[in-house]
């Protein structure tokens, strides 16, 4: 909906005080309006959405809807201008995330069309091109998945180096072996998950820690359900410390994610919850994405590479669904990375 300045303004302070009713939303307001004014401009939020009505007659009062809080743009520059312990995040585990993304859809209608024609794009791409070209554009997007994958993870190697090290088998001078075999795991796992483009069918708590184990093969990592808290950088957000309670909400997740029907809407809920869980003591967002593209392979959709984004915007994307449980900018990186593929990869 387009929201105008006076409803902004009812957003605002039923956001700022929890909840509200009608006379309190009066009185916060800086402009005068009369109650039937009132009434349509909220009638309209909660229609939308936006706004949750609770209560009847006098004791009715407002609050703001969970498909609001999760999808709502979000102003990401002025938000990270402040530092992590002032920007009144969410720093505990919302436990309600998953029945929240249970009772609403993921994507606009608009943006399921522009997805579908996206995947109807790809699978005309792949119809006619030749197997030595596909096997090519193979390559080449592992390369620039990997490097790109790694890149956010702070990895120093750069795309030319990549490919070095994949089809040269050289390291590249200066750099820690860490970085080649963070790499070199991405290729591994993404040519496990190509040669077995089923697998993500029905997602479990078994193929997560299967393609975990097989990205942080030779880094230290312990493999598995996490015992001990994690903490994640730039962030106060605290996810769960307790491995009963992590394994029991992958579970929850994964049968979430199964449950859908749409494809594009599982790949985007695995990245962004696989993520937020952190089930594992490292790896978690490699596995995230790792798992995400799994789901769009067996759906018959292109794999992402996240080539063009920003690592730190995806970052940013990342802690503002951990801080604010917002996924509107990660889920715009997500729709314009589906873009990308199709037009850079297998043309």
């Given at each position: 909906?387009?929201?105008?300045?006076?409803?902004?303004?009812?957003?605002?302070?039923?956001?700022?005080?929890?909840?509200?009713?009608?006379?309190?939303?009066?009185?916060?307001?800086?402009?005068?309006?009369?109650?039937?004014?009132?009434n349509?401009?909220?009638?309209?939020?909660?229609?939308?959405?936006?706004?949750?009505?609770q209560?009847?007659?006098?004791?009715?009062?407002?609050?703001?809807?969970?498909?609001?809080?999760?999808?709502?743009?979000?102003?990401?520059?002025?938000?990270?201008?402040?530092?992590?312990?002032?920007?009144?995040?969410?720093?505990?585990?919302?436990?309600?995330?998953?029945?929240?993304?249970?009772?609403?859809?993921?994507?606009?209608?608009?943006?399921?069309?522009?997805?579908?024609?996206?995947?109807?794009?790809?699978?005309?791409?792949?119809?006619?091109?030749?197997?030595?070209?596909?096997?090519?554009?193979?390559?080449?997007?592992?390369?620039?998945?990997?490097?790109?994958?790694?890149?956010?993870?702070?990895?120093?190697?750069?795309?030319?180096?990549?490919?070095?090290?994949?089809r040269?088998?050289?390291?590249?001078?200066?750099?820690?072996?860490?970085?080649?075999?963070?790499?070199?795991?991405?290729?591994?796992?993404?040519d496990y998950?190509?040669?077995?483009?089923?697998?993500?069918?029905?997602?479990?708590l078994?193929?997560?820690?299967?393609?975990?184990?097989?990205?942080?093969?030779?880094?230290?990592?312990?493999?598995?359900?996490?015992?001990?808290?994690?903490?994640?950088?730039?962030?106060?957000?605290?996810?769960l410390?307790?491995a009963h309670?992590?394994?029991?909400?992958?579970?929850?997740?994964?049968?979430?994610?199964?449950?859908?029907?749409?494809?594009?809407?599982?790949?985007?809920?695995?990245?962004?919850?696989?993520?937020?869980i952190?089930?594992?003591?490292?790896?978690?967002?490699r596995?995230?994405?790792?798992?995400s593209?799994?789901?769009?392979?067996?759906?018959?959709?292109?794999?992402l590479?996240?080539?063009?984004?920003?690592?730190?915007?995806?970052?940013?994307a990342?802690?503002?669904?951990?801080?604010?449980?917002?996924?509107?900018?990660?889920?715009?990186?997500?729709?314009?990375?589906?873009?990308?593929?199709?037009?850079?990869?297998?043309?």
């Amino acid at each position: 909906m387009n929201i105008s300045p006076r409803q902004k303004n009812i957003i605002r302070i039923v956001k700022r005080d929890n909840a509200a009713s009608i006379s309190q939303i009066k009185n916060s307001l800086s402009e005068e309006a009369s109650i039937p004014t009132l009434n349509r401009d909220i009638a309209a939020l909660v229609k939308n959405n936006v706004l949750l009505k609770q209560g009847s007659g006098p004791a009715t009062f407002y609050s703001i809807a969970p498909h609001y809080n999760i999808f709502a743009p979000l102003d990401a520059e002025n938000y990270f201008e402040q530092d992590p312990d002032v920007r009144e995040a969410i720093t505990q585990f919302n436990y309600e995330l998953i029945g929240i993304f249970e009772a609403i859809p993921t994507f606009t209608a608009t943006e399921v069309s522009h997805l579908d024609s996206l995947k109807k794009q790809y699978q005309s791409n792949i119809s006619d091109i030749s197997p030595a070209l596909h096997q090519k554009e193979l390559e080449r997007l592992t390369i620039e998945l990997s490097w790109k994958s790694s890149q956010i993870e702070g990895n120093t190697y750069s795309l030319l180096e990549t490919e070095q090290l994949f089809r040269d088998k050289i390291e590249a001078e200066g750099k820690p072996k860490e970085d080649a075999t963070m790499l070199l795991n991405h290729k591994y796992a993404l040519d496990y998950l190509l040669a077995n483009q089923n697998i993500a069918n029905n997602l479990s708590l078994a193929l997560l820690e299967e393609i975990h184990a097989l990205l942080i093969k030779d880094l230290g990592v312990g493999r598995n359900i996490r015992s001990r808290t994690v903490g994640i950088t730039g962030t106060a957000y605290k996810p769960l410390d307790n491995a009963h309670q992590i394994k029991e909400y992958i579970e929850n997740m994964c049968r979430l994610i199964n449950n859908k029907k749409n494809g594009f809407e599982k790949a985007l809920l695995a990245v962004a919850l696989i993520s937020y869980i952190q089930p594992f003591e490292d790896g978690n967002k490699r596995t995230a994405r790792m798992i995400s593209n799994a789901i769009l392979l067996n759906y018959g959709a292109c794999p992402l590479s996240y080539r063009s984004v920003d690592a730190l915007d995806y970052k940013k994307a990342m802690l503002l669904f951990y801080e604010q449980n917002n996924l509107s900018a990660f889920k715009e990186i997500f729709i314009q990375q589906n873009a990308f593929s199709v037009k850079n990869y297998f043309q």
